[in-house]
């Protein structure tokens, strides 16, 4: 496993970038409460290596805190060193100790899965946010602003729906879903540009909907044994089955198949609830411990 300071490159401001450049949001630090800027980094680092502390070990892996904290730190502040935080953005020390909570929630069991990781990163995605609203043209992820409740990202697009192609970089946010709101990211406006708002039901980001790519509208997803094209369009516990060959006969239909637990045989990772078949069988988790984050090896 990577070492993990992923999400800091969507929430960690390098010490370059003077915080007087800023507008900050949240109080005073306070163990569990809103955290300063300029102890994010050290922070984090804590709250992973407090928890490797005991995983590595148990994985039979030497571990060094001193070594771990250094490193981990780093990592943090390097990891948006090539990036320029916008005149006008802010950071939310609140959203900041909820990210760092997450992360030590993360390494706590010693493993993890896929949907763990994804819901790590956006916590963390909250931290940082720009003065860009929806719609307005972008350079990084860093200019757009966050609404409560949403996901903003600096969409790249290109179009030739107006004849002459045309391209550039605009904020989306992406909102909790509903039945018939338009979605995915190939959706071109009148003009060939994204539209500004979407909802996040598309890639697996909604329980109960699923991004229809022909009408690009959220619609809901179709039980166990219902026909399917693919398994984005299944609820989430079911995958995609294709029809058994016709041996001359006329083709099958697929149809939504539950997904294997743990343990179960597997071809391949989404015939699994976890969503990751390794050597034949299904399991979810992947071990936090590795030679890398031990020993960044």
Not at 50 to 59: E, I, V
Request: aromatic share 4%.
């Amino acid at each position: 496993m990577r070492r993990m300071a992923w999400p800091l490159v969507a929430l960690v401001s390098a010490a370059a970038c003077a915080p007087s450049a800023r507008k900050a949001q949240g109080g005073a630090a306070a163990e569990g409460g809103a955290i300063p800027e300029s102890e994010l980094a050290s922070r984090y680092a804590k709250a992973m290596c407090d928890h490797l502390a005991g995983c590595c070990p148990a994985a039979g892996l030497p571990f060094d805190a001193g070594v771990c904290l250094a490193r981990f730190e780093k990592d943090a502040n390097e990891s948006i060193a090539p990036a320029v935080l916008p005149a006008g953005a802010h950071y939310d020390a609140d959203a900041a100790a909820a990210c760092v909570a997450k992360a030590a929630a993360f390494v706590s069991s010693c493993r993890y899965s896929a949907a763990s990781e994804h819901e790590f990163a956006t916590v963390c995605q909250t931290v940082f946010s720009g003065p860009k609203q929806p719609g307005e043209p972008c350079n990084t992820n860093f200019d757009c602003a966050r609404p409560a409740g949403a996901i903003a990202h600096c969409l790249s697009w290109a179009s030739t729906a107006m004849g002459a192609p045309k391209s550039g970089k605009v904020c989306q946010i992406e909102v909790a879903p509903k039945a018939g709101d338009v979605c995915g990211a190939s959706l071109e406006g009148p003009d060939g540009s994204p539209p500004p708002v979407v909802g996040a039901c598309d890639s697996g980001k909604s329980d109960t909907l699923t991004c229809q790519p022909e009408s690009f509208s959220c619609v809901p997803r179709v039980a166990v044994g219902a026909a399917c094209v693919r398994s984005d369009d299944c609820v989430t516990s079911a995958f995609c089955q294709p029809p058994p060959p016709a041996n001359g006969g006329p083709p099958g239909v697929a149809k939504c198949a539950a997904r294997a637990a743990d343990g179960k045989s597997c071809a391949s990772s989404d015939e699994c609830v976890g969503k990751s078949c390794r050597t034949g069988l299904c399991a979810s988790f992947k071990d936090v411990a590795s030679k890398d984050t031990c020993q960044g090896a």
